[in-house]
């Protein structure tokens, strides 16, 4: 890491220790439990629309047996795709905080700062 971007990194670090009124040494534990924090929301988020994926299939099982259409199914297919597509993508990106989260509070930083 450059000088430039550790001096960049350091004055972020006080400016919003300064506008919180504490100092910086009290600011990096709180990153730090934020990387948990989305890790473990972006975890829960999965397991809710995997949840509700699973709900959504087993009713529409039910409604295709009783004669709709089954265009619903194809619509209701797609957006679930979707919406687990993007879970996945966020947990790939969030969940590797769990397992260094100083660095991933580091990184967070430094795209702050750029």
């Not at 550790?6 to 919003?16: F, G, N, P, R, S």
């Not at 999965?46 to 194809?74: D, M, Q, Y």
Request: net charge negative; glycine share 8%; charged share 15%.
């Amino acid at each position: 890491m450059d000088k430039e971007a550790i001096e960049a990194m350091t004055q972020y670090l006080d400016k919003v220790a300064e506008k919180i009124g504490t100092g910086t040494e009290h600011i990096w534990p709180w990153l730090v439990r934020q990387q948990y924090v989305e890790a473990v929301f972006s975890l829960a988020l999965l397991i809710v629309v995997c949840c509700a994926i699973g709900v959504g299939f087993v009713l529409w099982r039910k409604i295709t047996n009783s004669g709709v259409a089954e265009v619903l199914g194809v619509f209701l297919g797609i957006f679930a795709m979707v919406a687990l597509v993007f879970c996945v993508i966020n947990c790939l990106v969030e969940v590797p905080g769990i397992f260094n989260p100083e660095y991933h509070a580091l990184m967070d930083i430094l795209g702050k700062v750029k």
